[in-house]
């Protein structure tokens, strides 16, 4: 297996009264795509907000690239190479195409390379580059979001529900994308519901239940093994076609 | 991607809350039987517009950046107005002599001072009474009303009690006569003014990195940080600059009052608010419509129905939520 980029040890986050990590483990291996699965309210979109810093956890380690990020700013987290995407999409709609990606590429400018790759990725969003993001479908939006996220080379992406309320065909097109993302550099780190989406991309996985980490292991590992898919996600792939 | 081949509707200018001001003042000369009284009521109207969008700009911005409803933001008012005017009677020679570049040498240090002070009470305001509340509503409300009061009777200590005169400079007293219609040089200068700083926001704001990194935080100061800035510094900026603005906006709004006192910033702010709620709340294109539109009613109104001139404002308000409930131009936050 190789060297994890990021790892969590015994994770713990509070949002007012409420524990919602409770001593989260798991680890994302360099260079491939995890799966963070699980129910509703099992705590994924709080571990990947808790590891953008947006909620500080109250215990615990996580580590990026080697070094303890758990009291690093959110901005400074970003400039280290961590691209966010959260479940809301969080494009600015009020912004145009091209006027989300330039603030995405920060004090470098866009570079025509990328943006060709970008382009070839999403076609879209070279259709509607000067179209406002708030006029955008459901499905560009999140093409949009996630071209932000790698409008320059990121080592890590976090993206929370790629394919929430999208229609099939939209995230078959999807899939295609995040394959060739699985060709660049970066590591992908997806939570995600859509079990069909998760088992055609997903090289590890690890599922969440209660806010804790109940599972780790390979995608193919779980995708082979439905009892144990009824066991921690009370659904089996098969029925998520 | 065949499925993202949809058409995208491009955003059109929503022109009909702009079709509003020339709408007004067409309608308010159906019953202004005399044109030169309307012109001169009209500048009056979008001087003082102008003078409120110096003012209350700041403020919409700080509230759709930072979420906060700051209450104090009439202290800034009230200090710009008092440094110029510790300026001007200072230089009160160069105030009253009729030559435009002697009134210059007066006013323009004046307008510096002002933005000055108002500025840097800006900064000291954020970090020592906002920075503790962000995101608490109420105790926002309690702590910038408890900095108005504080700031004001300073104000006191620093100025004394009376109001302090500030006379007109002496060029730009007294009016052009277009016809038989008045035209006051002070509130053409009030509409020049109120123009250049409008159009230097939108200039900011849309073709600027600063200006883009505003919109986006007005919109979702979460993801801007995320994407790696840091929003804070954005903020003090924004603070810095409306304070400021505020404090323009008070040497103007004083020498068109002909003196200054301590609640002078206090006795604005509800003015200041309709015109934000009639704007839509963090929208600067709203809040110049709102300004205008405020300003040419309460004029009209004073001239037309005098007893109903001080209710107009808020009857302009609810008309405008029953239209639009959330105001002309409602800025969109995540």
Known sequence: ?241 | MTTADAQVPGRKLDWLPLALVPALALAALLFITSLPTWITLTLAGLAMGMMIFMMASGLTLVFGLMDVMNFAHGVFISIGAYAAASVLVAMKGAMQAPSLAANLSAIVPALLAAIALAGFLGWFFERVVIRPVYGDHLRQILVTMGGLIVFEQLIHVVWGPDIIPLPQPATLSGSFLVGNAALERYRLLAVLVGLAIFAAMWLVLNRTRLGLLIRAGVENAEMVESLGYRIRLVFIAVFVAGSALAGLGGVMWGIYQGSVNAQMGMQVMVLLFIVLIIGGLGSVGGCFVGALLVGLATNYTGYLAPKLALGSSILLMVLVLLWRPRGLYPVGKA
Not at chain 1, 86 to 106: D, K, S, W
Request: net charge neutral.
């Open chain 1, 1 to 241: 297996m190789p060297e994890a980029l990021l790892s969590l040890a015994g994770v713990n986050t509070h949002i007012g009264q409420y524990h919602i990590l409770q001593g989260v483990d798991f680890e994302v291996p360099r260079g491939g795509l995890t799966m963070l699965l699980g129910r509703n309210g099992a705590g994924k979109t709080t571990c990947l907000r808790t590891i953008m810093g947006l909620w500080k956890a109250s215990a615990g380690t996580i580590r990026y690239d080697g070094a303890e990020i758990q009291r690093t700013p959110t901005p400074e987290l970003a400039r280290l190479g961590v691209a966010y995407v959260p479940e809301n999409m969080g494009i600015f709609a009020g912004l145009t195409v091209r006027e989300n990606l330039l603030l995405a590429a920060r004090d470098r400018g866009l570079d025509a390379k990328r943006l060709g790759w970008l382009f070839d990725l999403f076609p879209a969003m070279q259709k509607f580059w000067n179209a406002f993001a708030g006029n955008l479908s459901g499905g560009q939006k999140q093409m949009l979001a996630i071209a932000r996220a790698i409008v320059e080379p990121r080592k890590l992406l976090l993206i929370d529900e790629p394919t929430k309320g999208l229609a099939p065909a939209v995230i078959a097109s999807m899939i295609e994308a995040f394959r060739e993302l699985k060709r660049t550099e970066s590591t992908i780190l997806v939570v995600e519901q859509n079990f069909h989406f998760a088992r055609s991309l997903g090289d590890s996985v690890a599922v969440m239940d209660s806010g804790r980490i109940v599972h780790t292991g390979g995608m193919d590992g779980l995708a082979a093994d439905e009892p144990l898919q009824q066991r921690l996600l009370g659904l089996s792939l098969g029925t998520h076609q």
